[in-house]
């Protein structure tokens, strides 16, 4: 239903910043919850920040908040991820995600499992 494309990985000293993009296409994009999630090697898939398609409310891992923020477009067919104060343990590769149902971003980032649309990914690398 609905095709996710992230952009805007790379490599980063630490303590600088980057913004990650995923443009989602398909019908009713407006409905979409949007999810970013990262996983490093050996390590599962971490969901550190979503956006509520009702409201805009935002939710973030305590791993990143006060780092990171989330937004979207006004068209809200993009969502955005900006990554400040970046940390060699934020080197990962970054999933975009997306839900119809409210419940993925209520509360908390819910499970990778209950997240039905997803991205390609794209590479973060926090390295002097």
């Known amino acids: 239903q609905w095709q996710l494309v992230e952009s805007g990985g790379g490599l980063v000293q630490p303590g600088g910043s980057l913004r990650l993009s995923c443009h989602v296409s398909?019908?009713?994009?407006?409905?979409?919850?949007f999810g970013w999630f990262r996983q490093a090697p050996g390590k599962e898939r971490e969901g550190i920040s979503c956006?509520?398609?009702?409201?805009?409310?935002?939710i973030y891992a305590d791993s990143v908040n006060g780092r990171f923020s989330i937004s979207r477009n006004s068209s809200r067919k993009t969502v955005y991820l900006q990554m400040n104060s970046l940390k060699p343990e934020d080197t990962a590769d970054y999933f975009c995600?997306?839900?119809?149902?409210?419940?993925?971003?209520?509360?908390?980032?819910?499970?990778?499992?209950?997240?039905?649309?997803w991205g390609q990914g794209t590479q973060v690398t926090v390295s002097s």
């Open positions: 995600a997306a839900e119809y149902n409210d419940y993925v971003c209520a509360g908390n980032v819910a499970s990778s499992r209950e997240w039905h649309y």
């Open positions: 398909g019908e009713a994009v407006h409905y979409v919850n």
């Open positions: 956006i509520r398609r009702s409201d805009d409310g935002t």
